[in-house]
């Protein structure tokens, strides 16, 4: 919310029209937004007497923020047999920590990235106020670039002491990220540290802190069924998400809706399209993917799409269309053992019966029962073997039937391809 006036309030509940809602406030807010909410809807403020997933034994639970009161509600319900460190990056970075035996233990609080830029300017005589700029050197050069490092990288830096300090102390620990500027702090912190980190700003796995009790009508028997996690958890509009992979961004998620569920396995869906950008190393955009569909298994960080999906590389225009994709974060690949069409940029379709897989830069592409030829230059043959089959596996899962496999990578290994032309 731009401001905590009622009109504003006002104004949401005339477009969603939620039934319930819940409130989480660290601010002096209007006390007619409550009345608003009470009136129109089945309100809940956030605060220590709501029954949680969670015990609270610390001093005075009273003083927790409601903010990392929900933060911790999600880590719970999302990872609920891990030890869970929750970095939240606001106007203040917030340290987390609930264990296996779902106890908040407490955690730590920092100065967030905008206080630490004001305070040097309030504190000081000449350093001057700055906003954030993520292009930034390791030694600065002058006043601004000297605050940015020390600011930014800092930042950075003090996240991966607070993990490697926990990790060092709990097995079994897993870390969640969230806050406006996680996309930037992905490349800055180490790789030590992204690799504890359970799928964070990707696909906005925090955003259950946003709606995390609406479903719960705050008494025994709602938060029991919260714990055994049977309802859907929240639902998400104008989602934008991103994926890291060794501590570079790797992939960014658009969808106009999303919704969480936590069942036996938990899942977040894309009812109503989605499209996603890869990009290397350097930022760049390699390739991009639309569905109409899509599901992702949190547990397994693979992502199912269905209808209509497109998929291009944006250097050669290779597209691929297919009804069902299957998109591994694990191994970086691409897989279906539907049939697939790739459409190249010289108008010919290369046609695969029983599906293909590929890298999720569509670099190159292996397809399965091709009906298409691939001339092998003389010097590659009898060097070059094929693939050997995949294994036999449970189609539901995604994987591949074993079958002999056509090889049309057009870029390292045919030199001339004879395919049918489109309408032939």
Known sequence: MPDDEPATMEALLDEFHPQRSILSSVIVHNPAIEALLAARTDFHKLSHLTKLP??????????????????????????????NLVVALGTCITYNFINTFHEFLGGGIS?????????????TAFLPVI???????????????????????????????????????????????????????????????????NHYYAWAVLLAVMTVFAACENDDKAVEQFNKKTTALEEGHQIEGYMSQGGKTKAKLT?????????????????????????NDTLIKES?????????????????????????????????????????????????????DIHKKDGTIIHGQDGMEAPQNFSSYVIYNSTGRGIVPKEAQDTTPLPPPSPAADTAHGQLKGIKPFNADSTHRLQKMTLKKAGT
Request: hydrophobic share 40%; aromatic share 14%; proline share 4%.
């Open 111 to 123: 100065p967030g990235m905008d206080m630490r830029f004001k305070s040097l300017n309030t504190f």
């Open 288 to 340: 991009q993917v639309d569905a109409r569909y899509g599901k992702y298994f949190q547990s397994q960080n693979k992502i199912f799409l269905r209808d209509s999906v497109v998929a291009m590389n944006i250097i050669t225009h290779d597209t691929l269309k297919t009804d069902e994709l299957w998109w591994d974060q694990n191994t970086q690949k691409f897989y279906t053992n539907k049939p697939v």
């Open 54 to 83: 969670f015990t609270t034994p610390v001093g005075k639970p009273e003083t927790i923020g409601a903010d990392r009161l929900a933060l911790c509600a999600a880590a719970v319900l999302l990872f609920p047999q891990k030890n």
């Open 131 to 197: 906003k954030e700029d993520w292009n930034f050197p390791l030694a600065g050069y002058d006043t601004r670039t000297n605050i940015l490092s020390g600011v930014l990288l800092g930042m950075a830096k003090e996240i991966d002491g607070f993990v490697e300090a926990y990790a060092e102390r709990y097995s079994n620990f897993n870390v969640l990220l969230t806050g406006g500027n996680c996309a930037h702090f992905d490349s800055m912190l180490s790789a030590n540290t992204t690799g504890k980190i």
């Open 255 to 279: 969808s106009p809706l999303m919704y969480t569920y936590s069942a036996d396995t938990s899942y977040v869906e894309f009812p109503k399209t989605l499209h996603v950008d890869f990009f």
